[in-house]
């Protein structure tokens, strides 16, 4: 009986030993994160490691990840990498219970993980590496003085005290304990809040006065928006709009700082900065951009009224040679894009160095101090955020990040329509309002369909338009009849194709086929 107790104490005592190491653990990563803040935004070893996964796995692993998980993905991966790390320091508690600094070497390998993801990353600093030692130091400080207090309450010196020297000693110890996970947690939420608020160049962004376009857009008229409730807003919030992109962090750049260069196949390389650009005639225009992920019926689409410069103009400078077919852009990041050079010359398509989205600078998330956008093509192979760089090149001697992955290197968005409402299951008989949106970027919508059921296709009204390059709100009334129903619903291009019904997946170039709904009336 007296060895099971013996036993039970000692297993009981390695559960607080790997608490206190998890416990110690949090605390290193809430302060690398505070002091990633203060030195180097770049310098926070959780997302730079997740961004290292991401590079090194597998085409296929990254492809299941983005299908499976669709905007949860980044979350996940770095729920994945806190709690693997937390498990490390869990045993380095453990091990440091059974031998003084032996839970240093796994809070060391820790450091170098992170280290290592830091090091990854493009132009990373010296500065860079500053949080990641900071934070796993102390995180081990306060794991050796945890574990001292653990010592002082169930070692076997300890068993030998009176039972009020033994109460003292683990109130002590819950109590430090208690008070470092409370606040290592509250900390790890600051830094991360912290960092997202991008301090000083947040400041920056929002003192910014946009300059005043030489070509502002076409006033919207009367009737583009529909103004139904459910159905998304001919023109998308900043707030709403979609956000689709491989930053971990989001890159932090001071428009001060901030530069472009046009290398590669040119007779003259270009490098402007943000004062350049902000200073030469900028334009106005509506587009609708929509991810190559987004499936049949998704919300991976969103309209905004961007202002910028047309990339023509700058390539027009450069002078790209005979032979070259691609622009290879980049993101501070490091993540690239491949446009077809072709489309960013077209005089009669607005593709465009944008610093301004729906009249105020681009959100940080959204590319600032500047980003790509290109009516008429998929995302991951036009709308570069955070963009450093252009390379002039051919598609037979460069890739850019999702090609390799088997996405196609040259992706028109396809056409498509979506049923926004009604958006309960449920509805009453009698009329009921169908709506929704139908986009071909660069082409524009000339039909909208309603089938219900298996009955003929009914014409839908169409709201106005801007142009070819924005999506179109449509609303169909529909004399709906007790019991369930199947809506369906299909486009027309202006230039009279119609929407197909063959059923295609995202990859590799974007997902076909009709969207329908199942509404119960009663």
């Known amino acids: 009986m007296h060895r099971r107790d013996e036993r039970e104490t000692a297993r009981a005592t390695r559960w607080w030993a790997r608490l206190v190491g998890a416990v110690a653990g949090l605390a290193g990563l809430a ?3 505070l002091a990633a803040w203060i030195v180097a935004p770049t310098g926070s070893p959780v997302p730079a490691v997740g961004e290292l996964i991401i590079n090194v796995l597998p085409g296929p692993l990254v492809n299941f990840g983005k299908e499976t998980l669709g905007t949860a993905d980044k979350p996940v991966l770095l729920g994945i990498i806190v709690v693997a790390v937390l498990i490390l320091c869990a045993i380095a508690g453990q091990l440091e219970w059974r031998r003084r600094f032996a839970g240093a070497a796994i809070f060391a390998v820790v450091a170098v993980l992170g280290m290592i993801g830091i090091a990854a990353q493009p132009d990373a600093s010296i500065t860079a590496y500053v949080p990641t030692i900071v ?10 003085s945890l574990i001292g207090k653990l010592q002082q309450w169930r070692s076997p010196q300890a068993a030998a005290k009176d039972d009020g020297a033994q109460s ?8 430090w304990t208690i008070v470092a996970g409370t606040a290592a947690a509250v900390a790890a939420v600051t830094g991360q809040v912290l960092l997202r608020a991008s301090s000083a160049v947040d400041t920056a962004r929002q003192k910014l006065k946009l300059p005043t376009p030489v070509k502002p857009a076409a006033a919207a008229p009367a009737g583009t928006d529909l103004s139904i409730p459910g159905l998304a807003t001919y023109v998308t919030p900043n707030d709403d709009f979609y956000r689709i992109d491989t930053a971990l962090q989001v890159p932090v750049i001071d428009p001060g700082e901030w530069t472009l260069k046009i290398t590669g196949m040119v007779q003259n390389p270009v490098q402007i900065n943000y004062a350049e650009l902000t200073a030469k005639p900028l334009v106005e225009h509506l587009t609708t951009l929509t991810c190559v992920s987004n499936y049949v019926g998704g919300d991976l689409a969103g309209n905004a009224l961007w202002l910028g410069y047309p990339v023509r103009e700058l390539l027009a400078e450069a002078k790209p040679l005979e032979g070259a077919d ?12 491949s446009t077809p050079l072709p489309v960013l010359t077209d005089p009669n398509r607005e593709a465009m160095l ?5 009249g105020e600078p681009l959100p940080i998330e959204h590319g600032f101090p500047v980003r790509m956008v290109v009516p008429g093509l998929y995302g991951y192979v036009s709308a570069t955020k955070w963009v450093t760089e252009l390379k002039v090149t051919t598609y037979a001697k460069d890739e850019a990040y999702w090609t390799p992955l088997g996405w196609s290197a040259r992706a028109p968005i396809k056409l498509a329509s979506r049923i926004d409402v009604p958006r309960r299951s449920t509805v009453d008989v009698g009329t009921v309002v169908v709506a929704g949106v139908a986009w071909a970027q660069h082409t524009g919508i000339s039909a909208v369909e309603v089938q219900v059921d298996r009955n003929g296709w009914q014409p839908a009204q169409l709201a106005k338009t801007v142009g070819p390059d924005t999506w179109r709100q449509w609303k169909y009334e529909w004399a709906a009849t007790p019991g369930k129903h199947t809506l369906t619903v299909r486009a027309t291009d202006a230039n009279g194709k119609l929407q197909t019904a063959d ?11 009709y969207h329908s709904i199942e509404v119960k009336v009663r």
């Open 503 to 513: 059923v295609v997946p995202p990859m590799p170039d974007g997902a076909t086929g």
């Open 354 to 358: 944008a610093i301004g989205m729906n």
């Open 168 to 175: 003292a000693a683990r109130r002590t110890f819950l109590a």
């Open 135 to 144: 934070g796993l130091l102390l995180g081990y400080m306060i794991l050796s």
């Open 31 to 33: 302060i690398a994160g």
């Open 326 to 337: 691609m622009v290879l852009s980049t993101s501070e990041d490091g993540w690239t894009a």
